[in-house]
Nanobody, 121 residues
């Protein structure tokens, strides 16, 4: 099994910044894609940002220019730097990783437990 552990959520005022981090552990052969999703109350989970093993990135239109995703392939970590936060960014943020396990190169698609981000004055 591959486990993901997130950190860095919290309460911030509008216009402020937060940095989320996520570390993957377990019998990992390779991680193809890592990303961040979020789910606000009463809404579906949505992609915020994703990054491939080759550092290609993809962002939701609503966060372009404000959020930056980065990863450390050697440490199997991914981070999301969130600037100019808005109240509508309030949600539970989930880390996701897709790749192959060492055991028979079994594919995995793992999720973290989620971290709350609240943007409010």
């Amino acid at each position: 099994q591959v486990q993901l552990v997130e950190s860095g959520g919290g309460l911030v005022q509008p216009g402020g910044s937060l940095r989320l981090s996520c570390a993957a552990s377990g019998r990992i052969f390779s991680i193809n894609s890592m990303g961040w999703y979020r789910q606000a109350p009463g809404k579906q989970r949505e992609l915020v940002a994703a990054i491939s093993s080759g550092d290609s990135t993809n962002y939701a239109d609503s966060v372009k220019g404000r959020f930056t995703i980065s990863r450390d392939n050697g440490r199997n970590t991914v981070a999301l730097q969130m600037n100019s936060l808005k109240p509508e960014d309030t949600a539970v943020y989930y880390c996701n990783a897709v790749g192959l396990e060492l055991t028979k190169f079994k594919p995995f698609d793992s999720w973290g437990q989620g971290t709350q981000v609240t943007v409010s004055s």
